[in-house]
Nanobody
Framework: VQLQASGGGLGQAGGSLRLSCAAS????????MGWYRQAPGKQRELVAD?????????NYVESVKGRFTISADNVKHEVYLQISSLKPEDTGVYFCHGDFEVWDGSTWRVQDYWGQGTLVTVSS
């Protein structure tokens, strides 16, 4: 399974960006996906996640509540992060992450995967 993130770039404070992450390859189902952010000189942190089992429960770190919206299309195997009211402190590399059940030819196994990261830079 591969995760391909896209949509990063340069944004202005107060503006918006939309990140996408697509899962592909193999036979799998997705239990949940999330977006992590690694700001310059800081550790990677989870900013939003969404459950894809049953009700799509969503969680956000306090600093992004009201500005970030995570959503998913389970048919397309894609997850999105809408970032509104951009702030300079939103600058960082954004990684998507997923918890999967993958068919290996004989059994289902649980496996998590990371996307390659997409850079978001917010100017003031």
């Amino acid at each position: 399974v591969q995760l391909q993130a896209s949509g990063g770039g340069l944004g202005q404070a107060g503006g918006s960006l939309r990140l996408s992450c697509a899962a592909s390859g193999g036979i799998f189902s997705i239990n949940g996906m999330g977006w992590y952010r690694q700001a310059p000189g800081k550790q990677r942190e989870l900013v939003a996640d969404i459950s894809l089992i049953g009700t799509q429960n969503k969680n956000y770190v306090e600093s992004v509540k009201g500005r970030f919206t995570i959503s998913a299309d389970n048919v397309k195997h894609e997850v999105y992060l809408q970032i509104s009211s951009l702030k300079p402190e939103d600058t960082g590399v954004y990684f998507c992450h997923g918890d999967f059940e993958v068919w290996d030819g004989s059994t289902w196994r649980v496996q998590d995967y990371w996307g390659q990261g997409t850079l978001v830079t917010v100017s003031s």
